[in-house]
């Protein structure tokens, strides 16, 4: 080996790559057959992110030394990096002919099953290499993700501790045992692993993450948002803790670091780093572009995740006729949810002579009466809550479902890798979600007030447009007894301003804003909710209110109560105040159908303007504000005249109709289901005639 070859392989070993490239070019143009250098160089350019180039050279080496198994690996490798499945199976396959005694060829075809979700073939494999290197604690730890993908989560966690055993404080061991034990539902343990080893590497930022999302799900939500923001200081740029942080601060009412956060946040979406959640700019912005830009770069994500999958098991659609239109239903919300309380009525109204109706449920019944009237709605219903999206897709797809209706989005629950696999032939995003997803469905469903005239280009798809209001709501719902206001908390005497929205919607502007409606009306008190498990948000949000000289009385929280409880709240509150920018969606229809009047402030985008289509809906046009000076005069002027507010709730208890007047559209779900139908057999017939999805209004008149 000549001498430029050797100073080349160790400035590559030392890390100077720029180096190493050039004097693996000069070793090469001296040598052009140089098989060392060939392979050397070829994944040095893999480093560097050049595959084309790097392929070039893998393949010659292969031509220099055809024999050679070494350089069939290094192909295998850069074909797995590019998704090519089949390419990679068969390189490393000419390598294990070439020999089988090669644990580093066994390791790849490991590797490669792995990526492919291929994980009990994947587990073999490793198996073979183990064998060829009993003990190698890098390939026993492979084998326990092999294990954990395949969900044999007691053989990888007893693999990770034989790994332990063999070698006290191996970090990569402690963290995956970590993972799998938070997988068994084992969250002190999971935490007491991680922990450790981020005492052992207290600036690996992915392991910090992982910490984090243990102590999150114990609870401890204050510690957990520490943790996070240790490991987005850590990541220099890695996003997943940028927005896990900034989620769970908004979630406890932490606003000590938001310019920091958000700072960060737009930073990732404009260099188009993975793992920025599209959530966070729901909340943090009614900025639609920032939305959109952020919902492609997260479906672009998805996309390139199950690239392999659908590289090995694609879906082909038939364009067929059939005397029924299979809906499909997708969602975490058939129990006792929201989601669930808007759609049960629709469910229930389907015509079951045109369509059939198929749900597939991303969570186990929970046995309430909700879930079950739910289930009964539906011709067929699936319970997919352990299943992999690859399995959720080829059920959908072997049931032959024509329009896919997704009923979470990129929310809590949700499994858009069975949308990215591309299940059904149309697919369509309602309710869950405001905004746009990236086009990861080819319809979203809006109405006029939430999308208008000239804003259809910041929505990737394309638009059904429900009369009125997109919102369905279910008016047959419980509403248990109204308490005593002192049995929850609450002065008898005084002007209850109350909002049930999740605390993640509080933005800091809102706050202040309620403050100086406090201020204003000094017999007013604000009824919030507080479901944060350690109390977080309620210290937080008394705090803040201190900190503006209010006294922390005047603010009372409530927990969760069972749905029924929870209406009944709203007949104790003389005016519920929105957030904003992301307004109430469910919980506005809730309010109102309690009978309670509700002031919102309507900004750009689709989720600041739920509210306000709700209120339109019903005539309620007063109490939308366009802006925050607006918000504050009106909700004072409010708080000030009973006799408005007792008018306010006259309109909406009318509004439910009786005798010969029929109820507004907003409480007739069979309305919305003759309409909602008609807007299905848009998308099929458009589908089945082989035409692009195309924005379209349903017919008011339906």
């Excluded at 492979?142 to 070698?167: F, S």
């Excluded at 352990?386 to 032959?400: E, F, G, K, L």
């Excluded at 408005?644 to 507004?664: K, M, Q």
Aim: one cysteine or more; aromatic letters at 6%.
């Amino acid at each position: 080996m000549d001498d430029t070859l050797q100073r080349a392989m160790a400035a590559h070993q030392s890390g100077d790559l720029g180096t190493a490239d050039r004097l693996y070019q000069d070793t090469l143009k001296a040598q052009p057959d140089q098989y060392d250098a060939l392979r050397l160089r070829g994944m040095l350019l893999l480093q560097r992110g050049a595959p084309a180039e790097a392929r070039s050279l893998l393949k010659r080496a292969t031509e220099v030394l055809p024999q050679n198994p070494e350089a069939w690996v290094n192909i295998a490798s850069l074909e797995q990096m590019l998704g090519e499945v089949e390419p990679a199976i068969a390189a490393i396959q000419k390598a294990l002919a070439l020999d089988a005694s090669l644990a580093a060829a066994h390791n790849t075809h490991a590797n490669i099953l792995l990526t492919a979700g291929r994980a009990d073939e994947a587990e073999a494999a490793y198996g073979r290499a183990l064998a060829l290197e009993p003990g190698d604690a890098s390939l026993m730890l492979n084998l326990a993700g092999a294990q954990h993908a395949a969900g044999r989560l007691d053989a990888a966690a007893a693999a990770c501790r034989e790994i332990l055993l063999q070698q006290p404080g191996f970090a990569p061991a402690l963290v995956k045992l970590g993972a799998v034990l938070a997988d068994l539902g084992d969250l002190p343990g999971a935490e007491e692993a991680l922990a450790e080893a981020v005492r052992l590497a207290p600036g690996q930022a992915e392991w910090r993450y992982s910490l984090a999302q243990a102590i999150e799900a114990r609870g401890a939500w204050r510690d957990a948002l520490e943790h996070y923001r240790a490991a987005a200081d850590a990541g220099g740029g890695w996003m997943p803790p940028v927005s896990a942080g900034a989620f769970l601060a908004r979630r406890t009412g932490d606003w000590s670091q938001r310019d920091q956060d958000l700072t960060r946040y737009r930073a990732g979406i404009a260099a188009h780093r993975p793992g920025a959640s599209p959530f966070i700019s729901l909340f943090e912005t009614d900025d639609r572009r920032l939305q959109r830009d952020a919902a492609r770069l997260w479906t672009a994500q998805l996309r390139l995740s199950v690239q392999q999958l659908i590289r090995g098991r694609g879906f082909q659609h038939q364009r067929q006729r059939r005397s029924r239109i299979t809906i499909g239903y997708l969602s975490s919300g058939f129990g006792s949810h929201a989601t669930a309380a808007l759609t049960a009525g629709v469910f229930a109204h389907h015509d079951r002579a045109r369509f059939r109706t198929v749900a597939y449920s991303l969570t186990p019944d929970d046995g309430t009466p909700l879930a079950a009237r739910v289930r009964d709605s539906f011709d067929a219903f699936h319970d997919c809550a352990a299943r992999s999206p690859m399995h959720i897709a080829a059920r959908i797809h072997d049931d032959q479902v024509d329009v896919l209706v997704d009923l979470n989005g990129y929310t809590d629950g949700g499994r858009p890798e069975v949308l990215a696999l591309g299940a059904a032939p149309v697919q369509v995003a309602w309710l869950a979600y405001p905004g746009t997803q990236g086009g990861i469905t080819q319809y979203l469903v809006a109405d006029p007030q939430l999308v208008r005239a000239g804003e259809q280009a910041d929505y990737d798809e394309a638009l059904i447009l429900m009369p009125g209001c997109y919102q369905p709501t279910d008016p047959t719902r419980e509403i248990a007894a109204t308490p005593e206001r002192a049995a929850v908390g609450l002065p008898d005497d005084a002007v209850v301003l109350a909002c049930f929205n999740n605390g993640y919607k509080i933005s800091p502007e809102v706050f202040a804003d309620w403050m100086a409606i406090l201020d204003a009306v000094p017999d007013a008190v604000l009824w919030l909710l507080d479901t944060s498990p350690d109390a977080s948000l309620r210290a937080s949000l008394t705090a803040a209110a201190i900190a503006r000289g209010m006294d922390p009385s005047r603010l009372v929280f409530a927990g969760k109560a069972p749905h029924a409880e929870y209406l009944a709240r709203y007949r104790l509150a003389d005016l519920v105040l929105d957030t904003f920018p992301y307004t109430a969606h469910t919980t506005a229809s809730d309010a109102l159908f309690a009978g309670c009047p509700l002031l919102t402030r309507e900004g750009a985008s689709y989720a600041s303007r739920v509210a306000a289509s709700i209120l339109g809906s019903l005539g309620l046009n007063e109490l939308i504000t366009r802006d925050a000076a607006s918000y504050r005069d009106r909700a004072i002027a409010l708080a000030r005249d009973p006799a408005e507010r007792a008018s306010l709730r006259e309109r909406i208890a009318a509004s439910r109709g009786g005798g010969s007047v029929p109820p507004a559209e907003l409480w007739d779900p069979a309305r919305y289901a003759r309409r909602w139908e008609a807007a299905l057999e848009t998308v099929h017939q458009r589908w089945l005639d082989d035409e692009s999805p195309l924005s379209f209004s349903v017919d008011p008149s339906i």
